[in-house]
């Protein structure tokens, strides 16, 4: 298993600002995966990034709110750009398992308030 | 595509109770299926897996069997501790594709 780490673990802003959501994994993986978790609800996939590539959008994710960057095979970061109150959440990053196991490991999440 | 219905909550059991989370899915090709847990104020851990019918995962006392004809991976427990308290959540996978549940909150009261 992969041990990972988000910084910041919560943080508070206002809107109209952004933040960067940082990932660190302790392994080279090829995959690292962004989720987000409103209160109270089930995770949704924002985008797959992938080193050395454009990150793969969900549905209703754009790369102008949520750019991507994944420099290397251990670390990415999400920035929530241009933030609402409905940017509230928890943004999870995850990484894949061994090739063909599918399942993720998670970090422990950053817990983003919009005021 | 892909989907997951999973038995809502909140749950409420008293130490010791049995527990069963209903979960069933639809899936294209042959997927994988995981529950996974979430401790409050924490990321999900994976708890449990299966990769073929009939496969039984297992862990901290939970189980889960693939039932590739009902397309159910039901988790349960003989008997849950307060520490079990959490909200779990059931992911069939396939490829690059993963769903989750809704999530069922369980708490386990003394």
């Known amino acids: 298993s992969a041990v990972i780490s988000q910084k910041p673990s919560r943080d508070i802003c206002q809107r109209g600002t952004s933040l960067t959501i940082q990932c660190q994994v302790d392994?080279?993986?090829?995959?690292m995966f962004w989720y987000r978790q409103q209160p109270g609800q089930s995770l949704t996939l924002i985008a797959t990034?992938?080193?050395?590539?454009?990150?793969?959008?969900e549905s209703g994710f754009v790369i102008d709110k949520f750019p991507i960057s994944r420099p290397n095979l251990t670390f990415s970061t999400l920035t929530v750009s241009n933030m609402s109150p409905e940017d509230s959440s928890i943004y999870l990053c995850?990484?894949?398992?061994?090739?063909?196991?599918?399942?993720?490991?998670f970090g422990p999440g950053t817990r983003l308030t919009v005021t | 595509g892909n989907s997951v219905t999973q038995m809502e909550g909140p749950v409420t059991l008293s130490e010791e109770a049995f527990l069963t989370i209903n979960c069933t899915y639809t899936a294209t090709g042959y997927p994988s299926l995981f529950w996974y847990v979430q401790y409050p104020g924490e990321g999900l851990q994976l708890l449990l897996k299966?990769?073929?019918?009939?496969d039984k995962g297992s862990n901290k006392g939970f189980e889960a069997t693939y039932r590739k004809e009902t397309t159910s991976f039901h988790l349960e427990k003989g008997s849950v501790q307060v520490s079990d308290s959490a909200v779990y959540f059931c992911?069939?996978?396939?490829?690059?594709?993963?769903?989750f549940g809704t999530g069922t909150s369980l708490t386990v009261i003394p």
């Open positions: 995850s990484v894949g398992g061994r090739a063909g196991a599918y399942e993720q490991y």
């Open positions: 299966a990769t073929k019918a009939d």
């Open positions: 990034a992938n080193q050395g590539s454009e990150a793969t959008y």
């Open positions: 992911a069939p996978t396939t490829g690059n594709q993963f769903y």
């Open positions: 392994s080279q993986v090829t995959m």
